[in-house]
Nanobody, 117 residues
Framework: VQLQASGGGLAQAGGSLRLSCVIS????????MGWFRQAPGKEREFVTR????????SYADSVKDRFIISRDNNKDTVYLQMNNLKPEDTAIYYC???????????WGQGTQVTVSS
């Protein structure tokens, strides 16, 4: 399984960024894909996830109503649309994958998101 994340960068507070993660090597109908982040000096935290087979989503309270996770079945890609960004969203963002009843087993390389005030 390979996860290739991209799309990070620098944004101003209130701005938007979109992250992408291309997945290869698996049959995605059996998978949940998610995004995690790790800020400097902090532990990695859950951001959001999507169940591939039906698109069901879940969000951390800190990003609810600002971030949107989605998937493209034709491109085997999961996206994270980040709106109304805040400086506290600054972190390395990781794409992750797991089987429906498993722990998060597969991780991408991470992409840096920096939000200036």
């Amino acid at each position: 399984v390979q996860l290739q994340a991209s799309g990070g960068g620098l944004a101003q507070a209130g701005g938007s960024l979109r992250l992408s993660c291309v997945i290869s090597g698996v049959t995605l109908s059996n998978y949940v894909m998610g995004w995690f982040r790790q800020a400097p000096g902090k532990e990695r935290e859950f951001v959001t996830r999507i169940r591939w087979i039906d698109g069901r989503t879940s969000y951390a309270d800190s990003v609810k109503d600002r971030f949107i996770i989605s998937r493209d079945n034709n491109k085997d890609t999961v996206y994270l649309q980040m709106n109304n960004l805040k400086p506290e969203d600054t972190a390395i963002y990781y794409c992750a994958g797991r089987l429906l009843s498993d722990t998060w087993r597969y991780w991408g390389q991470g992409t840096q998101v920096t939000v200036s005030s």
